[in-house]
């Protein structure tokens, strides 16, 4: 199993529309979920971090079930400017210290 | 904002010759990291460094790579001899803390290199 699966995309939907992106990981150990945002051949830029009970920030929804090792993130009213790849991303002892594993990311495009 | 810059934002050379990639990470942040970014695939973890010494490293940090902070503000990746395989994206990023507080990382606009 990756270390992190993502669906794999590309999402193409309209303005307005709900749209909504799962990742698993596979380290039951892992302690912090995160969710990135990366416009095409930039950094990746933290979008929000992922809480147990369940987190929203404006139009974005972020979930975790640690039972299922699953994390999703719901986007609302979709606009133009949601067009980007979502990066699905997870901490992993190293050692003494962690690491962040990222997933490959999925591809949404919002049409107008 | 404070950000971290990385310099260059381009950089091309041929197989074999060594390339350092310059990185000046935000001027409180203790932690700093080299991620890669081969085109089309995920972001993959390089290497972390704390307290002027390597804190971890990935498999793909092999003996051709090496990081560096020389004057305390700079923190730079050297490839000793660069392969085909290496033409990436490089991000460079730091965080003030470690650990859990890797939410608070803050990556570069990266570096392209391309190995000719």
């Known amino acids: 199993r990756k270390e992190v699966e993502q669906d794999p995309g590309p999402f193409n939907v309209p303005e307005g529309a709900t749209v909504a992106f799962n990742c698993t990981y596979s380290?039951?150990?892992?302690?912090?979920f995160f969710w990135y945002r990366q416009d095409c051949r930039k950094e990746p830029k933290l979008l929000m971090s992922v809480y147990s009970s369940g987190n929203e920030d404006g139009r974005f929804t972020a979930q975790l079930n640690r039972a299922s090792q699953y994390i999703s993130l719901l986007i609302r009213d979709s606009k133009l400017s949601d067009s980007a790849t979502y990066l699905c991303v997870v901490t992993m002892a190293q050692g003494g210290s962690e690491k962040l594993v990222f997933g490959k990311g999925t591809k949404l495009t919002v049409n107008p | 904002e404070p950000e971290v810059t990385q310099t260059p934002s381009h950089q091309v050379t041929q197989m074999g010759q060594e390339v350092i990639l310059r990185c000046v990470p935000i001027s409180n942040h203790l932690y700093f990291y080299w991620y890669r970014q081969i085109l089309g695939q995920k972001v993959e973890f390089l290497v972390s460094?704390?307290?002027?010494?390597?804190?971890?490293k990935s498999e793909i940090f092999d003996d051709q790579f090496s990081v560096e902070r020389p004057d305390g503000s700079n923190f730079t990746l050297k490839i000793r001899s660069t392969k085909l395989e290496d033409s990436a994206m490089y991000f460079c990023a730091s965080s003030e803390w470690g650990g859990y507080a890797n939410e608070k990382l803050f990556f570069g606009s990266g570096t392209q290199l391309s190995v000719l």
């Open positions: 380290n039951s150990a892992s302690q912090s």
């Open positions: 460094f704390y307290n002027n010494e390597i804190s971890e």
